[in-house]
Nanobody, 117 residues
Framework: QVQLVESGGGAVQPGASLTLSCTAS?????MGWFRQAPGKEREFVAG??????????DSVKGRFTISRDNGDDTKATLSLQMNNLKPEDTALYYC???????????WGQGTQVTVSS
């Protein structure tokens, strides 16, 4: 069972930046981020493959950057650099991993991001 542990959430003002991190207990082909705002469905944010290919939701393109460090191939660290944050980015952010794009096989516990003035 792959274990994913997120960190880096917090409360910021609109226009600020935050970086989320996720450590995986083993190396997985595809890693990503999903988010869920109160009263809304969980949605894909960004994903990245082992070799660095990535994809983003339209709502975050140009503001968010996903990256990963494969380390010694036994585990991986995933990051999400979030710039120019907006109130609509407020959500619980989940690190995910799996073998398919927009992976849903494994989930972290989530980290809260709140954007408010």
């Amino acid at each position: 069972q792959v274990q994913l542990v997120e960190s880096g959430g917090g409360a910021v003002q609109p226009g600020a930046s935050l970086t989320l991190s996720c450590t995986a207990s083993e190396s997985i082909p595809v890693m990503g981020w999903f988010r869920q705002a109160p009263g809304k469905e969980r949605e894909f944010v960004a994903g990245i493959g082992f070799s660095g290919g990535s994809q983003y939701a339209d709502s975050v393109k140009g503001r968010f950057t996903i990256s990963r460090d494969n380390g010694d191939d036994t585990k991986a660290t995933l990051s999400l650099q979030m710039n120019n944050l907006k109130p609509e980015d407020t959500a619980l952010y989940y690190c995910t991993a799996g073998i398919h794009w927009r992976p849903r096989e494994f989930w972290g516990q989530g980290t809260q991001v709140t954007v408010s003035s």
